[in-house]
């Protein structure tokens, strides 16, 4: 069974970084495209960043180019993020799914439990 284990969140000022970690286990014949989603309180879902295990495939929201990087080493995808601001606050989720696509269609997709990120000024 596949299960995504998120940690690495916390609270920091904005301008600063954190750096989350999701562990990925089960998945040997399971999903192949693994990333991150966040939820902000009273808001939508929404994807912010995606690849490939293994690699390529790489996707990210219009407004974390150069901010936030994403990577992965077959078991694990990270999200790095730097020059954090007050609307990068909410609770990120690790989401895994078969492709790219059922990923942003959240088809077939698994989760995890989430880990808060709160930017304060």
């Known amino acids: 069974q596949v299960q995504l284990v998120e940690s690495g969140g916390g609270s920091v000022q904005a301008g600063g970084s954190l750096n989350l970690s999701c562990l990925i286990s089960?998945?040997?014949?399971?999903?192949?495209?693994v990333g991150w989603f966040r939820q902000a309180p009273g808001k939508e879902r929404e994807a912010v960043a995606g690849v490939y295990i293994g690699g390529g495939g790489t996707y990210y929201r219009d407004h974390v180019p150069g901010r936030f990087k994403i990577s992965q080493d077959g078991t694990t995808v990270y999200l790095q993020m730097s020059s954090l601001k007050l609307e990068d606050t909410a609770t990120y989720y690790c989401?895994?799914?078969?492709?790219?696509?059922?990923?942003?269609?959240?088809?077939?997709?698994?989760w995890g439990r989430g880990t808060q990120v709160t930017v304060s000024s």
């Open positions: 089960g998945h040997t014949y399971g999903p192949n495209y």
């Open positions: 989401a895994a799914a078969p492709t790219d696509r059922d990923w942003q269609r959240r088809v077939a997709t698994y």
